[in-house]
């Protein structure tokens, strides 16, 4: 039903739809013009013979006549006149023909008020039929014609015209509908050369969207698909250009921060052996040298952690990043990542761990997924932290709960950011703002995710692994 949806609301139905109703209507209004003119060319070819015959045989018979006439003469003229004819003379009427009953009103007030020949069409029992009323005139001793009183009406059948007539309304209705494939033939095939360029452009774009810059049109013709063809290569290069430039920009980057990042570590190394044997002897220092030690000490070990999530994020950014799985119990690496850190219930940590959860999984980068959320957790929220491992066939979540403010709803969904921090007053605080984004991407790793979400009370992260290691599947 979907396709058959999209199928109808495309071009193609609607281009043959058209061409299909401009086609009947034009085919309509050459068959009705063409019907209108043919009725009247057949009734004329009738009408007019039949008049101008009856003109003839009353003109030819008037000598015979005395006038003002009897009823003799009255079915005389009658019975001499071919067809059903009545001849009428005030209220006399030849007793042969049609009865005076039957003749239309306007018809006698026309012919009996007037010197022309007269005609109606009208219709008895469903036959067609064509009545012709002529007043009989005479030469008086002006010169001039003069109506005599006698009229004379003619009644000639139209039947074998109207049949006529249906059968060209028909002919005409047979070519119309003859037409009409033929439209949806020229329709389909204007359709597809119109569509073709279009349909082109869409899987261009299409592969433009995914990432495939170096896609191209040819352009054929002048019309106006071939300069949209030429546009859209024109976007495409320039779209290409300014994805180099920016991929080479953040590729000097990267590789700035990871040389720097590694160059660092050595330093560091150094500074951190110092400011340990500092905090050892602070003590021993008087009170301003031991707050200055204490707070360079702080100071080295922020500076360390971050040149550490850099490295380690840098790994990932270079593709550089190995994931060492085995089979182990899921519970086991997440109690020992809590016990080596020292949290347990008396910091407000809940777990709900059960045993024999078992995943192909790297532990070391689950044990940095697990110290950095419930770090979190620990840092921005509030006690009670729950830790809740479940599992079904195809995967195992991790769900980190707190009951802290939350994460504010603008924060929420660039949380997994780099250097992203839910709270501007926080920027000197311990964390490197990578913290979650290495997270996931360790998650991503393994062929899974992290999702965070508010629960009203608090903040969760929930941490989904499928149960096969990527590379074993």
């Given at each position: 039903?979907?396709?058959?949806?999209?199928?109808?609301?495309?071009?193609?139905?609607?281009?043959?739809?058209?061409?299909?109703?401009?086609?009947?209507?034009?085919?309509?209004?050459?068959?009705?013009?063409?019907?209108?003119?043919?009725?009247?060319?057949?009734?004329?070819?009738?009408?007019?013979?039949?008049?101008?015959?009856?003109?003839?045989?009353?003109?030819?018979?008037?000598?015979?006549?005395?006038?003002?006439?009897?009823?003799?003469?009255?079915?005389?003229?009658?019975?001499?006149?071919?067809?059903?004819?009545?001849?009428?003379?005030?209220?006399?009427?030849?007793?042969?023909?049609?009865?005076?009953?039957?003749?239309?009103?306007?018809?006698?007030?026309?012919?009996?008020?007037?010197?022309?020949?007269?005609?109606?069409?009208?219709?008895?029992?469903?036959?067609?039929?064509?009545?012709?009323?002529?007043?009989?005139?005479?030469?008086?001793?002006?010169?001039?014609?003069?109506?005599?009183?006698?009229?004379?009406?003619?009644?000639v059948s139209l039947a074998?015209?109207?049949?006529?007539?249906?059968?060209?309304?028909?002919?005409?209705?047979?070519?119309?509908?003859?037409?009409?494939?033929?439209?949806?033939?020229?329709?389909?095939?204007?359709?597809?050369?119109?569509?073709?360029?279009?349909?082109?452009?869409?899987?261009?774009?299409?592969?433009?969207?995914?990432?495939?810059l170096d896609v191209r049109?040819?352009?054929?013709?002048?019309?106006?698909?071939a300069q949209l063809v030429?546009?859209?290569?024109?976007?495409?290069?320039?779209?290409?250009?300014?994805?180099?430039?920016?991929?080479?920009?953040?590729?000097?980057?990267?590789?700035?921060?990871?040389?720097?990042?590694?160059?660092?570590?050595?330093?560091?190394?150094?500074?951190?052996?110092?400011?340990?044997?500092?905090?050892?002897?602070?003590?021993?220092?008087?009170?301003?040298?031991?707050?200055?030690?204490?707070?360079?000490?702080?100071?080295?070990?922020?500076?360390?952690?971050?040149?550490?999530?850099?490295?380690?994020?840098?790994?990932?950014?270079?593709?550089?990043?190995?994931?060492?799985?085995?089979?182990?119990?899921?519970?086991?690496?997440?109690?020992?990542?809590?016990?080596?850190?020292?949290?347990?219930?008396?910091?407000?940590?809940?777990?709900?761990?059960?045993?024999?959860?078992?995943?192909?999984?790297?532990?070391?980068?689950?044990?940095?997924?697990?110290?950095?959320?419930?770090?979190?957790?620990?840092?921005?929220?509030?006690?009670?932290?729950?830790?809740?491992?479940?599992?079904?066939?195809?995967?195992?979540?991790?769900?980190?709960?707190?009951?802290?403010?939350?994460?504010?709803?603008?924060?929420?969904?660039?949380?997994?950011?780099?250097?992203?921090?839910?709270?501007?007053?926080?920027?000197?605080?311990?964390?490197?703002?990578?913290?979650?984004?290495?997270?996931?991407?360790?998650?991503?790793?393994?062929?899974?995710?992290?999702?965070?979400?508010?629960?009203?009370?608090?903040?969760?992260?929930?941490?989904?692994?499928?149960?096969?290691?990527?590379?074993?599947?």
């Amino acid at each position: 039903m979907t396709r058959l949806r999209l199928w109808r609301a495309g071009l193609r139905p609607r281009l043959v739809l058209w061409f299909a109703a401009m086609t009947l209507v034009g085919a309509a209004a050459a068959a009705g013009a063409s019907y209108v003119s043919a009725r009247t060319t057949i009734l004329a070819g009738v009408q007019d013979p039949a008049m101008v015959q009856l003109r003839d045989q009353v003109t030819a018979y008037l000598p015979q006549m005395t006038l003002p006439p009897d009823q003799q003469q009255l079915d005389n003229l009658a019975g001499n006149l071919k067809g059903v004819t009545t001849a009428v003379y005030r209220q006399m009427h030849s007793r042969s023909g049609l009865a005076t009953a039957k003749l239309p009103g306007e018809l006698r007030t026309q012919v009996a008020g007037g010197d022309t020949i007269q005609f109606q069409r009208v219709v008895t029992d469903g036959t067609p039929e064509l009545l012709i009323g002529m007043p009989v005139l005479q030469t008086g001793g002006d010169g001039r014609r003069q109506h005599t009183g006698v009229e004379v009406y003619q009644l000639v059948s139209l039947a074998e015209q109207q049949a006529s007539i249906e059968q060209l309304a028909v002919r005409a209705w047979q070519m119309a509908a003859l037409a009409l494939p033929i439209a949806v033939v020229l329709a389909l095939v204007a359709a597809r050369q119109v569509l073709r360029p279009v349909r082109a452009l869409s899987v261009a774009a299409r592969k433009l969207g995914h990432g495939q810059l170096d896609v191209r049109l040819p352009a054929k013709g002048s019309d106006e698909l071939a300069q949209l063809v030429t546009t859209f290569n024109s976007t495409a290069a320039e779209l290409e250009r300014t994805v180099g430039s920016l991929r080479a920009m953040e590729a000097d980057a990267r590789r700035f921060v990871a040389d720097v990042s590694h160059e660092l570590r050595t330093p560091l190394a150094a500074m951190n052996a110092v400011t340990d044997v500092l905090d050892e002897d602070a003590g021993q220092l008087p009170a301003d040298t031991a707050i200055a030690a204490r707070l360079v000490s702080a100071e080295t070990h922020r500076l360390t952690r971050l040149v550490q999530d850099l490295v380690e994020i840098s790994r990932f950014d270079a593709g550089r990043a190995e994931l060492r799985t085995e089979e182990a119990d899921v519970a086991e690496v997440v109690a020992g990542s809590l016990a080596a850190r020292g949290w347990s219930g008396t910091d407000g940590i809940e777990t709900d761990l059960p045993p024999g959860i078992t995943a192909g999984l790297d532990a070391r980068r689950l044990d940095l997924v697990v110290a950095n959320l419930v770090g979190n957790a620990l840092r921005h929220g509030a006690a009670p932290v729950g830790i809740r491992l479940t599992a079904d066939e195809e995967a195992v979540s991790l769900a980190v709960t707190d009951h802290g403010p939350g994460i504010p709803e603008d924060v929420l969904p660039h949380v997994f950011d780099r250097f992203t921090k839910a709270d501007t007053a926080r920027a000197r605080s311990e964390g490197s703002g990578l913290g979650l984004s290495i997270a996931r991407e360790n998650a991503r790793l393994h062929g899974g995710d992290i999702e965070a979400a508010n629960t009203g009370t608090g903040a969760r992260f929930t941490l989904r692994l499928p149960r096969v290691a990527p590379e074993t599947r």
